[in-house]
């Protein structure tokens, strides 16, 4: 049996749930690919993860992976993988968001998750749209884009996903695109092993809700559009300002270690039994 085919039978919830609702052409498919041979090559057993995500697109990869999973809520699934993380740090928790789902009603819960540096991975696909609720602006959504909520172009800025992860203080931070997909395995990978809170934003494409209305063509158009403005942070080290307009940097944004949420918890609340006798 090919090796592909026996990831997919290895990991994938195939006699239940498929065929999936993304549609045809979606980059979730790469991410999900990805993402299970990122898995497969760490080593960690089905048992040992725990995939969590929450609604829109990106939420649905939960249902289709053969894992300990958590469907949750809109913008909580960071509050739901920090308390499976803190009852039972010994799994492996990677939870899934769109770019709407973690940076807009989920917004708080990323920077705080980052600054606490939650032994977590999140995973951020971000579309620049709320592709399954009909369209709407996100907060990645680039200025002057059409959207169902800004049919005359969106007159507000984005924010940058991976530079806010950075800056609010995530231990480990990548980014990469459904196009350069072995770099975007390396990424997964390099982001389930790292101790603390890792993030991985994936430049994808919503052709049918973003694509369409901004006359940017199919997913093959969108991800050759991916292949030309995405530029390695090593090379991007040697560029200008100016050369970097209108690009986006890929690779590993950043690596440092830091003391993790969970063990300090454990510490102090071992100290606390200490004090009081527990």
Same mark, same amino acid.
């Given at each position: 049996?090919?090796?592909? /085919?026996?990831? &997919?039978?290895?990991?994938?919830? %195939?006699?239940?749930?498929?065929? %999936? ?50 469907? /949750?809520? %809109?913008? =909580? ?79 507000? %800025? ?8 950075? /800056? ?13 997909? /072995? ?11 790292? =101790? ?51 690009? &986006? ?17 454990? =510490?102090? =609340? ?9």
């Amino acid at each position: 049996m090919p090796e592909v /085919t026996q990831l &997919i039978y290895k990991y994938l919830r %195939h006699e239940k749930k498929f065929p %999936h609702v993304w549609c045809p052409g979606c980059g979730n498919g790469i991410v999900l690919g990805a993402l299970i041979r990122a898995i497969d090559r760490t080593g960690f057993t089905k048992d040992d993860i725990v995939m969590v995500s929450g609604i829109g697109c990106a939420g649905r990869m939960s249902v289709y992976v053969d894992f300990n999973t958590l469907h /949750t809520t %809109h913008g =909580r699934a960071l509050t739901f993988a920090t308390g499976v993380k803190l009852a039972n740090p010994r799994l492996q928790v990677i939870v899934v968001m769109g770019d709407g789902d973690a940076t807009a009603i989920g917004g708080n819960h990323f920077i705080h998750a980052a600054r606490r540096n939650l032994n977590l991975t999140a995973i951020i696909i971000n579309n620049n749209v709320y592709g399954m609720t009909g369209g709407q602006h996100s907060p990645t959504t680039p200025y002057a884009a059409r959207t169902t909520t800004s049919l005359y172009g969106h007159i507000e %800025h984005p924010f940058s996903i991976a530079e806010l992860a950075v /800056t609010a203080g995530a231990a480990w931070v990548g980014r990469g695109t459904v196009y350069h997909a /072995t770099l975007l395995d390396q990424l997964m990978e390099a982001a389930i092993h790292k =101790r603390g809170f890792s993030v991985v934003e994936v430049i994808s494409h919503c052709h049918t809700q973003f694509g369409l209305k901004n006359k940017m063509g199919g997913p093959v158009e969108m991800m050759q559009a991916q292949k030309e403005m995405a530029v390695k942070v090593e090379k991007a080290r040697t560029m200008t300002a100016e050369e970097l307009k209108d690009k &986006i940097t890929i690779g590993v944004l950043t690596d440092r270690d830091l003391p993790i949420y969970t063990q300090e918890y454990r =510490r102090l =609340r071992d100290a606390a039994k200490t004090v009081f006798k527990v």
